[in-house]
């Protein structure tokens, strides 16, 4: 990657689709200081390169539920799905909201068990 920050976010942008946050990350792990970093995404923002973070999170949730095995449990399959988008970089709050829009079972919908 290049030294210059707004060429590297560039360059990232053009592979895939990033939230704020997600180039943020992207920039860190190559070695751009927050300060860069922060700067180069407030210009990515104004001329709208990045993705809705509820967007984003509406076309993984959709994504990872294709993919997955019939015959899940609804248990298995929220937690799966959970899992996922939690370990992608999403806020777990956030999370547990889409999976309720659309209509996927969360650990609040299943009985406790005494242990």
Do not use: N, W
């Not at 920050?5 to 927050?34: H, I, K, M």
């Amino acid at each position: 990657m290049s030294d210059d920050p707004r060429a590297t976010a560039l360059s990232l942008l053009a592979r895939r689709a990033y939230t704020s946050a997600a180039l943020a990350r992207a920039l860190a792990e190559r070695g751009v200081g927050e300060a860069e970093a922060a700067a180069v995404v407030a210009e990515c923002e104004t001329k709208k390169y990045l993705v809705d973070e509820g967007e984003a999170l509406e076309r993984a949730l959709e994504q990872k539920a294709r993919r997955l095995a019939a015959g899940l449990t609804p248990e298995a399959r929220s937690k799966k799905l959970f899992a996922h988008l939690v370990r992608r970089g999403f806020a777990p709050a956030a999370v547990i909201e889409a999976l309720h829009r659309k209509g996927e079972a969360t650990d609040d919908d299943f009985p406790a068990v005494d242990v």
